[in-house]
């Protein structure tokens, strides 16, 4: 089955760069989720997107933006890029449309490194 | 291919009541396995289990890893309905690009009053 497809895996970028992060969700999903998990924390929330409107809105700094395409698929664009953003980037989606907010699906994640 | 599997998906129950949620998994160079609370946004961390045998406790949760039966369980006792939410699964492996996190598909949770 089809899962979360997230891009790329492994990224390294130096301070002040920018980067874009991509996720392709479950075919179907109409959601999509981007959390950020630092070194031993718990994944913190950024954004979120239905239907291609942004529908929720967390820890996300200024300097990240993101949106979703009509194909569903959805990029987390980063500019001026710190040590600090280093970290594993998750993208979730799930099917809201008719049935619920039911089942994340979590993509393995793209692992952002800032030198 | 690295997998996550997760049972039931969907669990409905009464407060009081003792719950098991299940992960089984089949990835290369385990390194961890980890349970998180997803409630409304961001997944909780509730454990990290990376030796077989040990029994994590907190409060009301608990958990376990079989390494050689490639399973772990999840298990809530005295049910209350705060803990209602989806139970994910998480398996940390290395693979050519480093580490490699493979969820589960979580198990939804409904404790009723």
């Known amino acids: 089955a089809a899962g979360v497809i997230q891009s790329p895996r492994h990224l390294i970028k130096e301070k002040r760069e920018t980067a874009t992060l991509k996720c392709y969700p479950i075919p179907r999903h109409d959601t999509v989720y981007w959390y950020q998990q630092g070194p031993g924390q718990d994944p913190q929330f950024l954004i979120s997107?239905?239907?291609?409107?942004?529908?929720d809105k967390g820890s996300i700094p200024d300097r990240f933006s993101a949106q979703q395409f009509s194909d569903y698929h959805s990029e987390l664009n980063m500019s001026s890029l710190e040590l600090g953003d280093s970290a594993l980037y998750f993208c979730a989606s799930s099917r809201i449309r008719g049935q619920g907010n039911y089942g994340y699906t979590f993509g393995s994640g793209t692992r952002l490194t800032v030198v | 291919e690295d997998k996550v599997v997760q049972s039931p998906l969907s669990l409905v129950v009464h407060e009081g009541d003792t719950v098991t949620l299940n992960c089984s998994y089949e990835v290369t160079n385990f390194r961890s396995l980890l349970w998180y609370k997803q409630e409304k946004k961001a997944p909780t961390f509730l454990f990290m289990l990376t030796s077989s045998g040990i029994e994590k406790k907190s409060g009301r949760l608990s958990s376990i890893l079989d390494k050689k039966e490639l399973f772990s369980i999840l298990n809530i006792t005295a049910t209350q309905t705060g803990d209602s939410a989806v139970y994910l699964c998480a398996v940390e492996a290395r693979d050519n690009y480093g580490q490699n996190f493979v969820f589960g598909p979580g198990t939804r949770l409904s404790v009723l009053p």
């Open positions: 997107f239905y239907e291609k409107m942004q529908s």
